[in-house]
């Protein structure tokens, strides 16, 4: 058994199969489609929840980790013989729960003040979403494995986080309008011009890096942004949601346009598509380090 449990939420999107060969602790999200609630990577597929967020007459909404699962999760890693673990989280820009796992690793040092040398709590703020940050806790629990330490661990994480980037497109504005990513007037007026907004996600932060009309410019403008960005020889990825045969085109760009490793092709989680919709694209990419001197 590794010295070191791994642990991440959900909106990882870390393929299942890796999360049970890396023994890879995953939490779900909690979502709500109308009066029922599902947990996420549980009561539904990726595909399966495309078509519900499709066809739900009111947006779906996810529910964030309580400090009270965190707690109970953090207590039975240590029960198990666990010294130490890394959590890494959802973006804490977007989400209380960083802070939820934060508040939990109090309260469980100050009900156990033992614990805080003999079981050690890392917790890691990815500023990311989807592959971007399951990608690393992946590389994470394959360095666990073979014996490395934590500030090794912890370095690496550091390092990616400081260094990766993300660039979305929605096929529509409805999902980031009702999500409050872009605001009614501009979503109403984007769609009826044919306007798709081109996303990045640095930092936590999400901006809207370029406005292209109709989908046939999605993939260019992706491809753009991305190659003016990425570090040569580095990991490249892509995500998307329901297929469609712009995936194919952007996946076959990457393939022919990067020079390092193109680690895969991952559909988003439901986390994250209540935000973008069940169409959506995107690639992630290393950047220069932004905390290099």
């Avoid at 003016?228 to 712009?246: D, G, L, S």
């Amino acid at each position: 058994m590794s010295k070191i449990k791994i642990m991440a939420d959900s909106a990882c999107d870390i393929p299942e199969e890796l999360e049970q060969e890396l023994d890879i602790k995953i939490l779900s999200f909690s979502v709500a489609v109308g009066d029922d609630s599902y947990l996420e990577r549980i009561d539904f597929t990726h595909q399966e929840f495309y078509d519900i967020l499709a066809s739900a007459p009111k947006l779906p909404s996810t529910a964030q980790i309580t400090s009270m699962q965190f707690y109970e999760e953090f207590k039975a890693v240590q029960a198990e013989g666990y010294p130490e673990m890394i959590y890494i989280s959802i973006n804490g820009t977007g989400s209380s729960t960083l802070s939820n796992a934060r508040m939990a690793r109090e309260k469980l040092y100050e009900k156990h003040p033992e614990y805080r040398e003999s079981f050690k709590i890392h917790i890691v703020d990815s500023k990311a979403y989807t592959i971007a940050y399951g990608y690393p806790v992946i590389e994470a629990a394959k360095k666990a494995r073979r014996g490395a330490s934590s500030a090794e661990i912890l370095g690496y994480l550091e390092d990616w986080f400081d260094s990766v980037e993300i660039y979305f497109a929605p096929f529509t504005l409805e999902y980031v309008k009702k999500s409050g990513r872009v605001s009614c007037a501009a979503a109403f007026v984007g769609e009826l011009i044919g306007l798709r907004p081109i996303i990045s996600i640095i930092d936590g932060k999400t901006e809207i890096v370029e406005k292209v009309r109709g989908d046939k410019a999605i993939v260019p403008a992706l491809m753009k942004h991305a190659q003016n960005r990425a570090i040569p020889q580095t990991p490249v990825m892509m995500v998307q949601a329901k297929e469609q045969p712009e995936a194919d085109l952007l996946e076959e760009k990457i393939r022919k346009g990067f020079t390092g490793e193109f680690i895969g092709r991952f559909p988003v989680g439901a986390a994250i598509a209540v935000n973008t919709g069940p169409k959506v694209l995107g690639v992630i990419i290393k950047g220069k380090n932004r905390r290099a001197n």
